[in-house]
């Protein structure tokens, strides 16, 4: 024998049985929902069906509740007290108490430029939040889906498919040397690039969009040194006569930290936008929204809302 589940009662039918009980009058109901009369009774002939009882009859004194109505009043209205409890909850996050790990998927020159402005305000405002960076790789886009990474910092251009992302800045592009370069001034032309060694980084996120700009310009390098990220390029280029070409931020956060100058870049290169990016599932989390605004208003010129691709 296949037996039938009882139908749930819609909320708005229950949102009606309170309203009524209170005001014994359809026509003061309707008012009070927003409602026509009409819908109003429609809707009551629905609930008791539903209820198995006719809940209120017409009598001089308006509306009055039926014993049934009396017994289901009380429980309806927890019911519904539970169901704007449910609506209003929204777990907070208070940065100054918190104890939370967030981890950021990042490139290595995010890890000069960002992170130290952004370790030294979460410090002062969340002391107990802890900060991971991680790498930002193709597995970038599969870590923010299952929460392992909470926010990826950079220009990452593959992540699509319910995934937010909010610009932070632009980025175009320098050449990085030595202020003591015994053959560059103040300004590089595109034959002296030619004619200069180089080092080159091969694992940034802009890279391809340098290979390509050399590819498209027909410029061959004369690259003496590879890299696979900025980590000692301050260093390198500090104590020889190569150039590096590379994003601004990182080139001037380089040039500032090792006393290096930097120049113009001579090469017609695509610029680029480093944004932050989450997944749909934490963009409503206090937590993340926390961080998110904490990381626009540090890098952000002008804040706009994130959209989601």
């Not at 009882?6 to 409602?35: E, H, I, M, N, W």
């Not at 209120?56 to 039926?66: K, N, Q």
């Not at 208070?94 to 952004?118: Q, V």
Request: glycine share 8%; aromatic share 6%.
């Amino acid at each position: 024998m296949n037996e039938t589940a009882p139908d749930l009662l819609d909320p708005k039918l229950l949102q009606l049985f309170d309203v009524l009980y209170g005001s014994r009058s359809v026509t003061r109901s309707a008012v009070l929902l927003g409602l026509s009369q009409p819908t109003v009774s429609i809707w009551l002939q629905r609930l008791r069906r539903q209820l198995g009882d006719a809940l209120f009859v017409r009598t001089l004194a308006g509306m009055t509740p039926t014993p049934r109505a009396d017994a289901l009043i009380g429980p309806a209205r927890e019911v519904l007290e539970g169901l704007r409890r449910l609506a209003a909850v929204q777990p907070a996050f208070d940065a100054a108490t918190a104890r939370r790990r967030f981890r950021i998927c990042m490139t290595d020159a995010s890890h000069a430029t960002l992170l130290p402005s952004l370790l030294a305000r979460v410090r002062a405002e969340a002391p107990e939040v802890r900060l991971e960076a991680a790498r930002m790789d193709e597995h970038t886009a599969q870590a923010l889906a299952s929460g392992e990474a909470d926010l990826a910092l950079g220009h990452a251009p593959w992540l699509a498919s319910g995934i937010y992302q909010q610009t932070l800045y632009a980025q175009d592009w320098v050449c990085l040397a030595n202020t003591a370069h015994p053959r560059l001034g103040r300004t590089l032309s595109l034959a002296r690039y030619r004619a200069e060694a180089h080092v080159s980084i091969v694992g940034g996120t802009g890279h391809a969009l340098l290979e390509a700009a050399l590819a498209a310009q027909d410029v061959q390098r004369r690259v003496l040194l590879e890299l696979p990220g900025f980590l000692g390029l301050g260093a390198i280029v500090s104590s020889t006569d190569l150039i590096a070409t590379l994003p601004r931020h990182i080139g001037e956060t380089l040039a500032r930290m090792h006393g290096l100058s930097t120049l113009p870049c001579p090469l017609k290169v695509e610029g680029f936008d480093v944004k932050q990016h989450w997944h749909a599932r934490y963009h409503e989390d206090a937590g993340h929204r926390w961080l998110r605004a904490l990381v626009a208003e540090l890098f952000q010129p002008t804040p706009r809302g994130g959209r989601r691709q």
